[in-house]
């Protein structure tokens, strides 16, 4: 992704996805924090050094380094203040960076190779972007853009699920944005979960369950199949809500089937424990158990047998945030 703005947009992504990589960020800190390049002419000079895409993104990044330390200064430019969201921020940012759940390294998912590749395959649609003499700020994103892309295109499928973050504004032939539509689709109908009142501990518990771990998997798988074929956005809308009303449908009327059968055995089982427990008759107390681990059994059957299972994850995260 090209950025976040706050700690709920942070966990949103988290709830999601194992890890962000954020695109842009490694460049920064080599020209802002690393200072290990900060002058365009030395930049220009080993320009054959990088692909072209990756070139603009650094000389954009060399550019502000340059304005804004420049003896007159950056006209119009306003340092940021630390704030007291600001700090809040950073503190939920560095305890990320910690866990290992921000990337800054693309080769860490990505395979040079095919980053490279990708990058030729690119080159002359680029080019001629920068023939149609496009503003500063829009070549920039654009690069930004292609760079999320690449990185998605190129990342090791056997060990990866990469989505770009954003839909792509951009039109370029060689890369595809399918991924991120259906994503982009996925975010707009997000359960609505209020995020500050859930610890980063609590979302890694969730997530670490076999149960819910092997749903996140079945709405990635979804996502992936269904961004190889040659649907139009409309027609892959379609069957995702389709998809959803059908598993939720299949669950909410096994939970109505069930409902008096559990209140009753609530009712009774509850009595029987006691009362088996307190004669240490543990043979029937322990049947009583039996019989709640069955209506937890015949439920998961429902999930899995149910049509839209692959989007079960969603279901999940409503009932355990909402």
Known sequence: MKSLDSVDALKKELLLFDKILIVGLKEYNDVFQ?????SQNELLENRDSFALNDLIILNSYVGMYNLVNSPSGCPGYKPKFTTEES????????????????IIDYNEISDKNKQSEANENITPSLERKLNADLSYDVLFNMCLDLKARIIAASCDNSKFTAIPYETSIYSIDEITNTKADVYS????????????????????????????????????????????????PNEIEEEYRDLK???????????????????????????????????LNFKKATDVFFQFRKQKIALMEVELKSKGNQLSYLYKLKTKFN
Do not use: C, M
Request: hydrophobic fraction near 40%.
């Open 245 to 279: 009303y059908q598993y939720e449908k299949a669950i909410n009327l096994h939970k109505l089937k069930n409902s008096s059968n559990a209140f009753q055995t609530t009712i009774q089982t509850s009595a029987e424990l006691v009362e088996n427990l307190a004669k």
């Open 87 to 102: 700090t809040f921020f950073n503190q939920n940012f560095d305890f990320l960076l910690e866990k290992g759940k921000i």
């Open 34 to 38: 690393k200072n290990e390049i900060t």
């Open 185 to 232: 689709l996925l975010l707009e109908d997000f359960p609505i979960i209020e995020t500050d009142q859930i610890a980063w501990e609590q979302i890694f518990d969730f997530k670490s369950d076999p149960d819910v771990y092997n749903a996140i998997w079945s709405l990635r798988n979804w996502i992936s199949s269904i961004s190889r074929t040659n649907r139009q």
